[in-house]
């Protein structure tokens, strides 16, 4: 009994941190947001990319991409200009945590929207 009064708060910080983790948004974020949305979620026109719910990874590389001129647009090589190492990988990890609208069907499941 008293081994599980002292687990169950460590159990519970370790429950705490995701969530956490999720809604720290780097400074530079809000800059994004007035193009990708609050959260990267709405994009202010629909060209604009989501950026919620992707992969940290696939963020990052565009970045880095965007900032060598390997992947060539104005809007985003003008932005990613400015960031550091440090900045493209916070920012990649937050805008991965956030929840938006991309999905992933299943194979063999409809491609209709999600609703
Ligand atoms: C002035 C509007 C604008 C701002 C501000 C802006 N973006 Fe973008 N972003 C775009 C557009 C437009 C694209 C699509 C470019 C393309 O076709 O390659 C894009 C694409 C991206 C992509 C590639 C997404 C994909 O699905 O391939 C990433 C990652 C990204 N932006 C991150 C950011 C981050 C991080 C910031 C803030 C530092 C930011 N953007 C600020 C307009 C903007």
Redesign the pocket.
Known sequence: MKRVTVIAPIIALFAALPLAAAAAAPE??A??A???GEG?AKPILP?????AG?YAS??EH??RE?RSGA?K?A??AA??AA?SDADIEA??RY?ASQPGPLYTPGIGASHAPAP
Do not use: D, T, W
Not at 47 to 51: A, D, G, I, N, S
């Open positions: 530079k974020a800059a994004c007035a193009c990708h990267g060209e604009y990319p989501v950026l992707q696939y963020l565009s970045l965007y992947r647009n809007i985003m932005q990613a960031l920012l990649s805008f």
